[in-house]
């Protein structure tokens, strides 16, 4: 009897973790309806055994840098556990790094990060180099010539792993290298020269405190040139299928993202192209740093939908006291309370892309709501995000807590995005950046509110006190933090008001907006559905 297993969950495997109301519900709305098939198949491969094995196995067996040959020759080259490269495989096929670019239907970036949402709940590692592909392209279309050139291979569906020649592969990935160690977020304080080769490259030196992904075939790099710091293309092999003189220093002993590798980097000479102007390179390298914060938001929420379904799941299987955990009154509160934030983070996280797939064509009243929003959601969900997993290990109890269930590992993973392209002072101050010199991104923002106006009067006031808030200049950048989540809560609000489930709707602003709810998660005030809540977020 002793060995009879009883009154535990079974493992959450074989569903479709596109089966998200929320989720669903947002790419029909931002014009990717078309994409619903390919993305349930992919829900259902993501909810396989298989590919939470692969997940598991990917942070089992970090990568491994291999600085030299046997003959001790530089190669520096890093090795990854083959259920890496499935996972990099499924990405990569699915189109979740450059395909928009290259297909730039409608809806095309909101299809595209729904299945970064849907994969990622299976492995967020992998999402570096996939989110930074994507990425890349944004930056590179300010050179016409190189974008010819790189765009169909970083958008090619062929993962093709392994440092060779990269104009003679299938397919190709790329990563960046702002940071320096004397710098960190301060990228103008960087030390990298880049000196004119005389042929239209140039020749850099220096070294990179992070550089993401260094196993890709090329990356966008900040350096000083005559002209000022500028963005460079550098490719780890050159044409004529030497290696670039980029030395991996070491790999980073991380807290999370385990299955992925971040190196410290020196150039010594290393050959690279200049993308944009000289003296430029932020303004240029920025283009991809805003596609990657909007997969930084949309990581977080993958991550909150992960935790919570988890959370729930157990929940269910699990008797306590007589019944059901679920039943529990304080557990469904709590369970209810990570549900909404969860479905809080899911919507606007399909709002911005929505708003990115507008602003590329062409959309200046998006291109201006995206600026501000952007910022705002990079600040919030991402902040968010620690301590919804912390409480929803906690729902399973010492279950969530060892290993094998991988809520550590949500848990671990969870705060790389609120760091990554920015972090939570970044993110802040440049939402006070953007309503500073831009009028039209303020403007853009209430407008985008106001479509709610008069539906829900916790949110109206909390809109009016925003506002007072930010026509107040005194001591702005000390209160550049709590304008951010203001923000953030306001619009969240706006968008559940107008698009989800009154029960939805109504739980986020009495909680949310009007001081009735508490600080941790199961404080939701008495008189909401906390049934429905739960219900909708049920794998």
Known sequence: MTHDVFNQAHPLIGHDVSADAALLDGVTREGAGWATGELRRLGLQAGSEQAQEWGRLANEHPPVLRTHDRYGRRIDEVEFHPAWHELMTVAVEAGMH???????????????????????????????PISMTYASIAALRHSPALAAEWEPLLASRSYDFGLRPPLGKRGVLAGMAMTEKQGGSDVRAGTTRAEPAGDGGYVLTGHKWFNSAPMCDVFLVLAQAPGGLSCFLLPRVLPDGTRNAVHLMRLKDKLGNRSNASAEVEYHGARAWLVGEEGRGVRTILEMVNMTRLDCVIGSA???????????????????????????????????????????????????????????????????????????????????????????????GGNGYVEESQMPRLFRDSPLNGIWEGSGNVAALDVLRALGREPE??????????????????????ADRLRKALDDPTDLEIRARR??????????????????????????????????????FGTLPTGLDLGALVERATP
């Open 302 to 396: 993958a991550g909150m939908r992960y935790g919570v379904t988890q959370a729930v799941h157990h929940a269910r299987h699990r008797r306590a006291f007589g019944r059901s955990l679920a039943d529990q009154p304080l557990m469904r509160n709590v369970l209810a309370d990570l549900a909404l934030e969860s479905e809080a983070a899911t919507v606007l996280m399909t709002r911005l892309a929505g708003a990115t797939d507008r602003a590329i064509e062409g959309d200046r009243a998006e291109a201006a709501l995206r600026r501000t929003a952007l910022a705002v959601s990079k600040y919030w969900v991402c902040k968010r995000a620690p301590v919804h997993a912390a409480e929803a290990l906690e729902c399973l």
């Open 483 to 520: 304008v951010a989540e203001d923000m953030a809560l306001v619009l969240q609000g706006s968008l559940l008001v107008r698009l989800a489930p009154a029960a939805v709707a109504d739980a986020f602003c009495v909680s949310r907006l009007s001081g009735e709810g508490g600080h941790a």
């Open 98 to 128: 450059a395909t928009p670019w290259a297909s730039p239907r409608p809806g095309a970036h909101v299809a595209r990060a729904a299945k970064f949402y849907v994969w990622g709940q299976v492995e967020a590692g992998h999402g570096c």
């Open 441 to 462: 991104a303020r403007e853009a923002f209430f407008g985008e509110v106001s479509l709610a106006a008069g539906a829900d009067r916790h949110l109206d006031a909390a």
